[in-house]
Nanobody, 126 residues
């Protein structure tokens, strides 16, 4: 079993930045693809960004492309999501997720992911 714990959420003004972190523990694996999803008020869960175990494959949702960066630190079992130029529509609970894969391109489909964190709230408001 793998546990994922997110941190770094909070209240930020429009145009501001946040860095979310997701730390894994439990059954260790160096081949997990890690992803970030979000669910806003009254909305379905949607893909945000993902990175393969090697770090060489990344994907971003169009809504955050160009103002977000996903990165990983295998030594710390942690994946990060840097969010810049935040907008009110970025307000959501952000979830970290993982699945075991040797793939070269990460999945954007929630059902692919085996493990999920409990989420961290991001609120963008003035």
């Amino acid at each position: 079993q793998v546990q994922l714990v997110e941190s770094g959420g909070g209240l930020v003004q429009p145009g501001g930045s946040l860095r979310l972190s997701c730390t894994t523990s439990g059954r260790a694996s160096s081949t997990y693809t890690m992803g970030w999803f979000r669910q806003g008020p009254g909305k379905e869960r949607e893909f945000v960004a993902a990175i393969t175990w090697s770090g060489r494959g990344t994907r971003y949702a169009d809504s955050v492309k160009g103002r977000s960066i996903i990165s990983g630190d295998n030594g710390k079992n942690t994946v990060y999501l840097q969010l810049n130029n935040l907008k009110p529509e970025d307000t959501a609970v952000y979830y970290c997720a993982a699945y075991s894969s040797y793939g070269t391109m990460p999945s954007t489909t929630p059902n692919t992911y085996q493990y999920w964190g409990r989420g961290t709230q991001v609120t963008v408001s003035s």
